[in-house]
């Protein structure tokens, strides 16, 4: 068994969307949708919060909640200016500031929290407190920008962890894996000068954001080198991720030597996810998930740290979910996946997974990774 914090708050799930339906407005003849108003609603993270406890692994974790960060701590990754027009146009109610960010009053306060919960998670890693942690965070934030919230993620949750456990010298060299479903591009713009954090991004190729996420995007200047971004094509199912995992991402972060390896944990590459075509299984996430703590145990005493980010199907984050934390914590205790035989019968062709083969040897030679 290992000491895997756990932090969540029942506060963040009650985060609005606002007035949407799936990614359109509503009027004319696109109906509402019940719950939160987005794809990104609470029911993912809740069910699966639900069955940790209905099995009984929440009680093998250290359960915690975190404060809001501050706005000082806010304040390593976003403009002043940013932060006062969020806060206060969530003090009159709400409303949208980027693309695809709409929020509710108060959406300041729990979008402070849910960066808080990762803030707090990385700092336990780091200062010793726990062997790795989970962050049920909530809106998300790898796709936050600076000063342009962007695809359902109002801050940037991991950034402004990672920017102020280096403020607090609590270490300097991070990695962060990104294998959401789309591109980490909000992480990528905050680090893309850094030569101390590289961020790797597995992601599908051209579905959000759509300009962005391409190989050839390598870092700038001081941090040329240290962003790797892996676009794969749709459809690449299990053999794909974890290819792609010993492949590319392994020896990048063993050439690297990170002092903590930091997750954006999305469950969006899933097979039934609403807004992606890559047939990952719960099993996917549970092998991604032991590769990277084998790591971690090889390059940085095991710490690791995970920040939930996206996932959008109520039936099966929560399994994804459990897999992810029975893996980190190392506890009997098992939430057997319903769908793992007619998710296995679904995974590409020997064919078809002879053409991502290929394509990732192609980026093996890119990358000039061996």
């Given at each position: ?36 108003g ?16 209905v099995?009984?692994l ?29 806060k ?21 306060e ?6 808080g ?19 049920l965070s ?36 991070f ?58 094509p ?12 010993e ?36 099993d ?5 998930t ?22 959008y199907?109520?039936?099966?984050v ?53």
């Amino acid at each position: 068994m290992r000491r895997t914090g756990f932090f969540w708050d029942e506060k963040c799930f009650w985060h609005s969307g606002g007035n949407y339906a799936g990614n359109l407005p509503v009027g004319g003849l696109v109906q509402p949708l019940a719950a939160g108003g987005l794809p990104e609603n609470p029911e993912t993270k809740r069910r699966l919060k639900n069955l940790m406890d209905v099995t009984g692994l929440t009680r093998s974790l250290e359960a915690r909640s975190a404060t809001e960060a501050t706005f000082e701590t806010l304040s390593l990754v976003h403009p002043a200016s940013f932060l006062k027009e969020f806060k206060a146009t969530s003090d009159a109610g709400g409303g949208e500031l980027g693309l695809r960010t709409p929020f509710g009053q108060g959406g300041y306060e729990i979008a402070a929290l849910s960066t808080g919960l990762s803030v707090a998670a990385l700092e336990a890693v780091l200062r010793g407190e726990v062997d790795n942690a989970y962050a049920l965070s909530r809106p998300p934030g790898h796709h936050c920008l600076p000063d342009f919230p962007n695809g359902f993620c109002l801050l940037a949750n991991l950034a402004i962890a990672i920017r102020s456990a280096q403020t607090k010298g609590l270490a300097k060299r991070f990695v962060v894996l990104d294998w959401d479903v789309h591109h980490g591009n909000g992480t990528e713009a905050v680090f893309i000068e850094d030569p101390d954090v590289l961020t790797i991004s597995i992601h599908q190729e051209r579905n959000y954001p759509m300009d962005s996420g391409d190989s050839d995007v390598r870092g700038e200047g001081a941090g040329q080198g240290a962003n790797m971004n892996i676009p794969l094509p749709p459809g690449g199912g299990h053999a794909t991720y974890l290819e792609a995992m010993e492949r590319l991402v392994i020896p990048a972060i063993s050439a690297f030597e990170p002092e903590v390896i930091v997750i954006a944990n999305g469950y969006d590459a899933a097979v039934i996810d609403p807004l992606s075509c890559m047939l990952a299984t719960a099993d996917t996430f549970r092998h991604m998930t032991r590769m990277v703590m084998a790591l971690a145990d090889e390059l940085c005493d095991g710490r690791l740290m995970m920040a939930h980010e996206g996932g959008y199907s109520e039936v099966y984050v929560p399994f994804c979910g459990h897999a992810v934390l029975e893996e980190m914590s190392g506890a009997d205790i098992h939430a057997p996946d319903p769908l793992a035989e007619t998710f296995v019968a679904r995974q590409p062709s020997a064919k078809a997974q002879a053409f991502f083969s290929d394509h990732l040897g192609e980026m093996s030679d890119f990358f000039n990774v061996k």
